[in-house]
């Protein structure tokens, strides 16, 4: 084995230890090794990096820049153990990233996507309510929908009305009470599960109709398809509101409630924050200079506070 590929199995071993799951990494690096032996290559130089992250020539600049990020990050730890080593600076593959600007579904919309989930044709009678469980629990809890697609029975307490996510984003695992009419709708679910698959391949809450887990490319391919039902999307419209929505209409209907209610949501948004699984505060704050609405509010808010206009 190659100095470079025992250097990167070093590499993705200390850095997954420290927490990161380094999906990407684990698959894209070892490329970048390889192109550096095919080269002739027994250090990384900042040439053969920029050659090799542009050589997709279908893809993005952003992608390119993904790409060299890698690079230079694995290029940082191999430094110290060879000087030779030439680390990609910053800013050679320019891209900055622009945040989408968050769909916030209203109750109606929401109501029709659960409705046209519960017609799915099925065989056996438990595609449709896989997903209108899927989908309205993500709606009301915020969820990422890789946590609920890995959610193990062992993980959903309904008599507690608790859900433990574990090991998601960021290495981090949460506690996730429910409100107890989630909890009912949990329980149908459950019951018609263990009637419909008694023996199911998978431990996971929500099983497919072969009784395997839910994969989030299944998931986001039956939410679009219900998208383009409904009028969410055009009929062959590729993009769109996304599933990753629901999470951003709930933090907004629940800020949006404390300030109607006069609440003080500064002391409030420590514990969304915890509640959506986000590292820092910070991430949520994001909801509130992405919505109008919640900006007027919290201007008014201000300006009551001020006693005067601020506008």
Not at 45 to 57: G, H, N, S
Not at 208 to 232: A, C, D, P, W, Y
Request: aromatic letters at 10%.
């Amino acid at each position: 084995m190659s100095e470079l590929r025992t250097a990167l199995q070093e590499y993705l071993s200390v850095r997954r230890q420290l927490g990161f799951k380094l999906r990407d990494e684990g698959s894209i690096l070892p490329k970048f090794v390889l192109f550096l032996e095919q080269q002739g290559a027994s250090f990384i130089t900042r040439d053969l990096a920029l050659r090799w992250a542009m050589q997709p020539k279908d893809v993005l600049p952003a992608r390119w820049a993904t790409r060299l990020r890698m690079v230079r990050l694995f290029a940082q730890y191999q430094s110290a153990a060879n000087p030779r080593t030439e680390i990609p600076p910053q800013g050679l593959l320019p891209y900055y990233y622009h945040r989408k600007t968050p769909y916030i579904y209203t109750d109606k919309e929401i109501k029709r996507l659960l409705e046209a989930a519960k017609q799915l044709p099925s065989k056996i009678g438990l595609r449709p309510y896989t997903y209108y469980t899927l989908f309205g629990l993500l709606a009301v809890t915020g969820m990422r929908m890789s946590e609920s697609v890995s959610l193990q029975c062992k993980d959903v307490d309904l008599t507690q009305g608790i859900l433990t996510i574990v090991q998601t984003k960021f290495g981090k695992s949460r506690l996730l009470p429910l409100h107890p009419s989630a909890q009912r709708v949990l329980k149908q679910y459950e019951c018609r599960r263990d009637r419909i698959c008694p023996n199911p391949q998978d431990p996971n809450f929500f099983l497919s109709e072969s009784g395997s887990r839910l994969t989030g490319g299944n998931v986001r391919h039956m939410f679009v398809k219900l998208s383009r039902q409904i009028g969410l999307r055009g009929p062959h419209a590729s993009h769109g509101p996304r599933l990753h929505d629901l999470r951003h209409a709930f933090a907004v209907r629940t800020i949006l409630n404390w300030y109607r209610e006069d609440i003080d949501v500064e002391r409030q948004l420590p514990k969304l924050a915890t509640y959506l699984g986000h590292t820092h505060v910070h991430d949520t704050y994001w909801y509130l200079s992405a919505v109008p609405e919640l900006m007027q509010l919290a201007i008014k808010r201000m300006e009551k506070a001020e006693g005067g206009t601020l506008l």
